[in-house]
């Protein structure tokens, strides 16, 4: 059995590749729109994707299991728990296998359960995975949104984010539940969790890459405490104002994604930038804010490229019109940042402008300002 | 705490970076001579390396512990268990700290507390890791060579490799013994072993990256024996021939090992790769078998660039003259293939000859041959 780990460090979110290298297939595991990174890492394993899933539908990037599926002639594995609102409304159309607890499949010699762990969403789903032909019980669990180092899921986010009223509460509680429940798996089994510092899907999330539900058990403060009631109350307590975009990512992620936006933004002048700002166009400065703050054009939003650079770019930008990005270092930095906003969905990208090209907006009409 | 692995797949070798963001300090954990690596991940995470150590003298690769201390400032640390045959003899110049069985550190709020584990080598030890704001125990082990996924580090390699006669028994006898005392440790305990599959320093390592102590205790075959004596008798069964360099290796880890080479060999015309073959010099064809069995020069090694080159090459090549380079692709690989190189300490690339050029090797009086 081999194991890879995908931290995407912008989105905080971890996705997997298990293989087994005796029957050369694989499962990837919440895969992002970066479907090309698995590829490549199954054709350096020497192994085929065969096998696809994800832990639930995610709020906070756009899903690349159904791309991925596709475009590897895999499986895909979808959850068919948690009730009739929080289905795959795609799962039919790409002939998709539905999972309820205690489903079970096989990846060559990779086994792997499916068990229901509801709580962060209603559909959550938490695998097991046993290396079959060395071990008879399991050696780890993709947690998904459950389970994190140090934290759990947040339950809050569907009423928060996506508007589902009253539910917070009774998440709360379906979260304490799973939580008991996996209790009862050894203290040794890895955990290895959809997220890390920074994603908005927890509060406290810890910066180590896995965990072991023993330790976690002992240190985490959703264990430590003493009653349901604390839980609910200690899980709902400071819990962050959820990104504007999650409950567009809902929506997409279960109606189906469509295959990732184009990779090269087309250079355009100043001339044509400007008139784009004229015409009331979206156009985003990615400069850091010091830079904006001395000099910009007014009539364009400043997100500057940090981490946080998609939360507010999938709470500013529309998704159904062409963006404009200006104040890049480079070609590819325009390249890198358009991959960046297609994993949240955002596609259009209308043109990009070097930073050292903005001086030509002035002669074009568009006015510099400071803050 | 913040966690980084870095595996190498020439080596089979696994180096960690394990911070303290709050203190903004890093410890570095067996590195090998690609110390740029780690310099970048602390400057990308924000953390000044400190701290450098290794488990044990290293029998496969240069290790980049000195070097990586001498241009960051870090403080060496060095195990001072095993006996007087095992020191590092550049301990001393270099200010080392010195670690015997129950050293403890603190790299910030990370405490680290060394704990001897002789078998694989007399001085071996393996760092306990304490999160120590939020926990009271370790979450992990950094274990070198004593523990792997589903096996635990040879005890034969001095005897086979380094020539001490009559140590194989005993050493894996102290091994089982170390195995034994570390086996007290919780079961949720995370296991982060120096390799990965495909190094001579195991026989059965698994392809996960990680492991835990309980899983381990279940299901390697080394927890698996019923007695010392079956142990001794399986540990020793069935090793492969360890690499020829390894005893070269075992002596520049413990002088005390120079800056790897230079990074970028020069590129040579074909009539000055003549004119080397013809005066009897070190020259390595590295394209693939098949290609060098269809043509190839009479006088060239042939070591394909594949999984196995480092053992081929640390076996083949001389440490204390050049070595010359053909049948690579483009400089990139020559550049490429000249670091993997230094990672086993042969730093001499008088030069490098493209695929493409080397029909003219026959105008300059090269004979031609096919095998």
Same mark, same amino acid.
């Given at each position: 059995m081999l194991l890879k780990r995908f931290f995407d460090e912008k989105l905080a979110q971890t996705s997997y590749l298990v293989a087994c290298q005796h029957a050369g297939v694989a499962l990837v595991v919440d895969p992002n729109r970066n %479907?090309? *990174?698995?590829?490549?890492?199954? @054709? #350096?394993?020497?192994?085929? +994707?065969? =096998?696809?899933?994800?832990?639930? +539908? =995610?709020?906070?990037? /756009?899903?690349?299991?159904?791309?991925?599926? *596709? %475009?590897? !002639?895999?499986?895909?594995?979808?959850?068919?728990?948690? !009730?009739? &609102?929080? @289905?795959y409304r795609y799962a039919a159309a790409e002939g998709a296998e539905l999972l309820t607890d205690g489903t079970r499949l096989l990846v060559g010699d990779v086994a792997i359960e499916a068990v229901h762990t509801p709580g962060h969403t209603p559909e959550h789903m938490t695998f097991l995975v046993t290396d079959s032909p060395t071990a008879s019980t399991p050696m780890g669990a993709f947690t998904g949104d459950f389970i994190f180092v140090g934290d759990v899921g947040r339950p809050d986010l569907l009423e928060r984010a996506v508007g589902a009223a009253g539910t917070m509460e009774s998440s709360a509680r379906n979260l304490f539940r799973s939580l008991k429940a996996f209790s009862a798996y050894p203290d040794y089994l890895q955990i290895w969790p959809? $997220?890390?510092?920074?994603?908005?899907?927890g509060k406290a999330l810890g910066a180590m890459p896995q965990s072991t539900l023993g330790y976690e058990k002992l240190f985490s403060w959703a264990?430590? /405490?003493?009653?349901? &009631?604390?839980? /609910?109350? @200690?899980?709902?307590?400071?819990q962050p104002e959820p990104p504007a975009y999650f409950s567009r990512m809902k929506q997409i992620n279960s109606d189906g994604p469509g295959p990732g936006g184009s990779a090269r933004p087309p250079s355009i002048s100043a001339a044509e930038m400007a008139s784009r700002i004229q015409g009331g166009e979206t156009v985003v400065d990615v400069r850091p804010a010091s830079d904006f703050a001395a000099s910009h054009s007014r009539g364009a939003i400043n997100i500057p490229r940090?981490?946080?650079?998609? %939360?507010?770019?999938?709470?500013?930008?529309?998704?159904?019109?062409? /963006?404009?990005?200006?104040?890049?270092?480079s070609d590819e930095e325009g390249v890198a940042i358009a991959r960046e906003l297609s994993l949240i969905g955002i596609d259009r990208i209308g043109g990009?402008? $070097? #930073?050292?090209?903005?001086p030509g907006l002035a002669p074009?009409? +568009?006015e510099t300002t400071s803050t």
């Open positions: %479907t090309a *990174q698995y590829v490549e890492a199954a @054709k #350096a394993e020497n192994v085929r +994707i065969t =096998h696809v899933t994800e832990t639930h +539908i =995610h709020a906070d990037f /756009v899903s690349g299991a159904r791309e991925l599926a *596709q %475009t590897t !002639g895999a499986r895909l594995y979808l959850s068919d728990s948690g !009730g009739a &609102e929080w @289905k959809g $997220h890390g510092p920074g994603s908005a899907c264990w430590l /405490v003493a009653t349901e &009631e604390e839980f /609910v109350e @200690k899980v709902l307590a400071g940090n981490r946080s650079f998609l %939360t507010w770019a999938g709470s500013l930008l529309p998704y159904d019109r062409d /963006v404009y990005l200006m104040g890049i270092a990009m402008l $070097h #930073a050292g090209e903005m074009a009409g +568009i």
